[in-house]
């Protein structure tokens, strides 16, 4: 299938990449969701430590996030549909491996491979879209995808824990390798084809990192990713849990009830957005006006959650995670901002330094409740370490609004012609 203009620009690959796309997204999301909920059968089954539990649970980001600058590379070398078909067949593999694995070791190993299959399953779905969809649209795909994301999250939580209980866990993983096997073919038969706009030969296409670090905008969006983004991200897949069992006194089943309405939310936001995106969201200017508006409201709610403590319900967090829904556009608008050659770097840089801030933020945020906890207890640990990363949160929007002012004012006098003023929007210019 070749990749033509017409295509592009009436929205048939959109709804590829929608479709097929999504389906290996929320099929990643829902594999990395998947550990914590089978957390106890893992833990009884190999006398698993609170440590190896978390080794295992961690190992998934660390080949991820490792993963990211060559992915971005190789899908500006060698294209999306190749890529993704090899990582998407690593990721079924990982599966299999994992359902037959017998001792820490290889569950281990399999779930290192497990982050390396998944590493392309959203930036190539967004550089794809960045290559092969008009810019209209390019901000519902990324809505949607992110939908199919929280799908999978939601997927990963009490639905794989009653099929695992029904069927046994290496039943859940053998199908979920299948499932990844399938979308792989879906995409080595139906991606269209097209020519690689990167440059040949491993060094070139490395260097190409170098144009994008030197770029300053690069890093303001990238600092806006690294801590509002982050913090969003770690908040969510994390502590909101911790903060209802050990300060709001839920038990173990009712956090979980309650994650899962927050995902639902979740869910039903970027549905709503990637419909109504168009309408207010279509250019890279349509999506920095959103972060600046926006940003502030869950900086604010974050700041309130802090406050009210043990009286933070689930429903609050809710609330900052839907205020927070605008950093999602990031990703795109970083793609519309690069060069379509190093799209793919681009987004995958952005992407690096995402989930390396997901894991600063959750190491971070333990280590200041587990050493204040002593001294402050429970609740006030809690609070102090979540109001650090509200004051965080601030610093990102700064450095983020020193990279994209605001359009000046100027009044100019026309005073020769008509003796009055006319006031004339300059727009900042945009950084090569």
Known sequence: MELKEQDRANGQLGIFVLVVFAAGYLLSSQLRGVTAALAAMFTAEFSLSSAQLGLLAGSYFVSFAIMQLPMGALLDRFGVRLVLVVSLSVAALSCLLFANSSSFNGLFGARLLSGIGV???????????????????????????????????????????????????????????????????????????????????????????????????????????????????????????????????????????????????????????????PKFNTSAQDAERLLRRWTPASITILIVITIMGDKADWYMFALYCVTAWPLSVTHPLVGQQSKPAEAGRAIAFFNLLLFVGVFIWQWGFGLLVSAMSPTFGVTQSYQIALGSLAAFSVVGYWVFLSAVPRPRLIELDASVSHGSKTRAVIAPASED
């Not at 080595?188 to 490395?206: D, E, L």
């Not at 300060?247 to 009712?254: Q, S, V």
């Open 119 to 277: 590493s392309a399953c959203l930036i190539a779905p967004l550089t794809a879209a960045r290559l092969w969809t008009a810019a209209a649209q390019q901000q519902r795909l990324n809505s949607w995808m992110l939908m199919a994301g929280a799908l999978g999250l939601v997927l990963g939580t009490l639905p794989s824990e009653s099929l695992a209980t029904s069927f046994g866990w290496p039943s859940l993983f053998v199908a979920l390798g299948i499932l990844f096997a399938a979308v792989a073919l879906l995409v080595a038969v139906k991606a269209p084809k097209h020519n690689p706009q990167g440059t040949t030969g491993i060094r070139s296409f490395f260097l190409g990192y170098k144009n994008i670090m030197s770029t300053s905008y690069t890093w303001k969006i990238g600092a806006l990713g690294f801590f509002n983004y982050a913090i969003l991200v770690a908040v969510q897949t994390l502590w909101i849990g911790p903060w209802l069992t050990q300060l709001r006194g839920e038990d173990a089943r009712g956090a979980s009830l309650e994650l899962l309405f927050i995902n639902i939310i979740m869910l039903v936001t970027f549905l709503l957005m990637g419909y109504l995106s």
